[in-house]
């Protein structure tokens, strides 16, 4: 089953205003990421919180965690027309002794310039 | 230090044709992932190498599929044949062994025609 699942699928915004973006989840985790691809091109991680922490920053981003709700949110702020991309969460799977990440479906962002 | 690295970047075959994707991770990584998005799906896992041996294979799709990591450096990922509903992005992934980022690479697309 999926785990980690973000909401919305697709939002389209006005360049300078804000973009949030949710992500659930189901297991307990041990981390979870946000990662962000451009159309054809490669993933981009972008920020990494661990289940110990509740709010985490990196320039224009902005991540916050509820373990307790499952749920987490990026938040994008003063956006841009480069910001344009599909934005992924991806939370950790411990099995044994190794990890797999596994992601959402993602959420496809438009910012119209 | 060099990233994860992905050849080639694109890939056009014909249905019933092989191809073999090439990944070299970042130098002295055990861990290595391959996943993929197919038709703007969720990204989902493939599988998981540490050093030279299969410790999760669970997400290949069928028998078509052929991962290995010989030596415990490069990976291929061989598809043969290759059938339409393969197309989409490869992308691979390391850490260094109890990491918990993995850096991905950019990705090979693949396009099955």
């Known amino acids: 089953s999926q785990q980690g699942e973000e909401d919305p699928q697709a939002l389209s915004i006005q360049e300078g205003e804000n973009a949030t973006m949710n992500c659930s989840y189901k297991?307990?985790?041990?981390?979870l990421q946000w990662y962000r691809q451009n159309s054809g091109r490669g993933l981009v991680h972008l920020i990494l919180?661990?289940?110990?922490?509740r709010e985490k920053h990196s320039g224009r981003l902005r991540v916050t965690l509820d373990t307790s709700k499952k749920s987490s949110s990026l938040l994008i702020t003063a956006s841009r027309a480069a910001d344009t991309a599909s934005y992924f969460c991806?939370?950790?799977?411990?099995?044994?002794?190794?990890?797999?990440?596994?992601f959402g479906p993602g959420t496809s962002l438009s910012v119209i310039p | 230090e060099a990233g994860v690295t992905q050849f080639p970047s694109h890939s056009v075959i014909e249905k019933g044709q092989t191809v073999t994707l090439r990944c070299d991770p970042i130098s002295g990584h055990d861990n290595l992932y391959w996943y993929r998005r197919v038709m703007g799906k969720e990204i989902k896992f493939l599988l998981h190498f540490v050093k030279e041996s299969k410790q999760d294979e669970s997400g290949m799709p069928n028998n078509r599929f052929l991962a290995e990591r010989t030596g415990g450096t490069y990976s291929t990922l061989k598809v043969q044949p290759a059938e339409l509903e393969d197309s989409g992005v490869y992308f691979c992934?390391?850490?260094?062994?109890?990491?918990?980022?993995?850096?991905f690479g950019p990705g090979t697309r693949l396009t099955v025609l």
């Open positions: 991806a939370t950790d799977a411990k099995k044994t002794s190794y990890d797999k990440v596994i």
């Open positions: 297991t307990s985790i041990n981390n």
């Open positions: 919180i661990r289940s110990n922490e």
């Open positions: 992934a390391s850490s260094p062994r109890g990491g918990n980022e993995q850096f």
